[in-house]
């Protein structure tokens, strides 16, 4: 999880000037992330909240994804041939 609130609303995309914002929100909202919205903290801390509980002491060694389904997406594809659009 470490660094996935870096991509998040509130996040390093403060920092970058409005038109690269909506640029990355834009391209969230229609469709290269599954989810359709950037994330927020609050969707990190439940990624964490989950694997520090009791319940969760048998993962070891976990990569988790914090992105909304970003990650499984491929830009070099069209959005209509993955089944996003």
């Given at each position: ?20 914002q909506q640029a990355i ?61």
């Open positions: 999880i470490f660094g996935a609130a870096n991509l998040v609303d509130g996040g390093v995309l403060v920092g970058l000037p409005p038109e690269v929100k834009s391209w969230h909202e229609i469709g290269w992330c599954p989810s359709r919205r950037t994330g927020t903290p609050q969707d990190v801390a439940n990624a964490t909240m989950l694997i520090c509980m009791e319940e969760s002491s048998w993962m070891t060694g976990q990569i988790f994804y914090v992105d909304g389904g970003a990650s499984i997406m491929d830009t070099v594809f069209p959005l209509e041939i993955q089944g996003a659009a």
